[in-house]
C-alpha cells in the first residue's frame, strides 16, 4: 500500500513537472533565453548614444548591427508597448521552459529600471538643473555600461543554462513572480493563493 500512494505521489510530481516545464534547458532553450534581452538592449541604446557616435564605433560591424536592428525595432509602430506585453504574456505560459520564462520577466523588470534615469533626468530639466555637458555625458555612458555589464551578465550565465538570478533587487522581484509546483492542481489549473494558503492552513 505504501509503495503504491509514493508510486502515485511520483506520477503526480511528474505530471506537474509537464505542466510546469522546470526541466535542464536544452541547447535551444538557452539560446532562446538570450532573446528578450534585446527589448532592454534596443531601449537602453539612447544612453549609448555618445560612445556609440564616435567615428571608431561606428567603424564596428556590431554597431553597424544594432543599428540596423534598432532602425527595424522604431519601424514597428508601438514597438516597445508590444515587445512589453509580449513577453509578459509569454512569460506566463508554463509550458514555456523556465530559464526562458525567467528571462522574459527579468528582461521586462531591466527595461522597467531604465525608465528611472530617464525620470530623474526630466526632473531636473524641469527645475532647470543644467549640469556640464561632460557630466551629462558620463552619467549616460556610466548608465549604458552597466546595462551592457547586466545583458552580459544575463547573457553569459543563460548561454551555460544557469538562471542569473544575481541581479541586485530585480532578480528578487523576478523570483517572487515565477510560478511553482504548489501553485497547479493535479489537473493543471492554477490555484489562487487564497487556496494554497487555507490548504496549509489545514
Request: net charge negative; hydrophobic share 50%.
Given at each position: ?7 502515485k ?7 506537474r513537472?509537464e ?7 536544452t ?27 564616435t ?28 515587445a ?9 505560459t ?9 528571462n ?37 555612458d556610466?548608465?549604458?555600461v552597466?546595462?551592457l ?11 551555460f543554462?544557469?538562471t ?7 532578480s ?7 510560478p ?6 493535479d ?16
Amino acid at each position: 500500500q505504501k509503495a503504491e500512494e509514493e508510486e502515485k505521489q511520483a506520477a503526480l510530481a511528474a505530471a506537474r513537472l509537464e505542466i510546469l516545464n522546470e526541466k535542464e534547458p536544452t541547447t535551444s532553450d538557452r539560446f532562446v533565453s538570450i532573446l528578450p534581452y534585446l527589448f532592454p538592449l534596443m531601449d537602453g541604446l539612447a544612453y549609448g548614444r555618445f560612445l556609440l557616435s564616435t567615428e571608431d564605433a561606428a567603424a564596428n560591424p556590431a554597431v553597424v548591427f544594432l543599428a540596423v536592428l534598432y532602425g527595424l525595432y522604431r519601424a514597428v509602430p508601438f514597438s516597445g508597448f508590444i515587445a512589453f506585453f509580449a513577453l509578459n504574456f509569454l512569460a506566463g505560459t508554463p509550458s514555456i521552459n523556465r530559464l526562458i520564462r525567467y528571462n522574459m520577466q527579468q528582461a521586462i523588470f531591466v527595461d522597467i529600471a531604465l525608465f528611472f534615469p530617464g525620470l530623474a533626468g526630466g526632473l531636473l530639466g524641469a527645475l532647470n538643473l543644467n549640469f556640464p555637458t561632460a557630466i551629462q555625458e558620463l552619467s549616460t555612458d556610466a548608465i549604458f555600461v552597466t546595462l551592457l555589464a547586466v545583458l552580459g551578465y544575463c547573457t553569459v550565465s543563460s548561454l551555460f543554462g544557469v538562471t542569473p538570478d544575481k541581479l541586485p533587487l530585480i532578480s528578487n522581484s523576478v523570483n517572487d513572480r515565477m510560478p511553482t509546483i504548489d501553485m497547479f492542481d493535479d489537473s493543471g489549473s492554477f490555484i489562487p493563493r487564497q487556496l494554497r494558503q487555507e490548504e496549509g492552513d489545514e
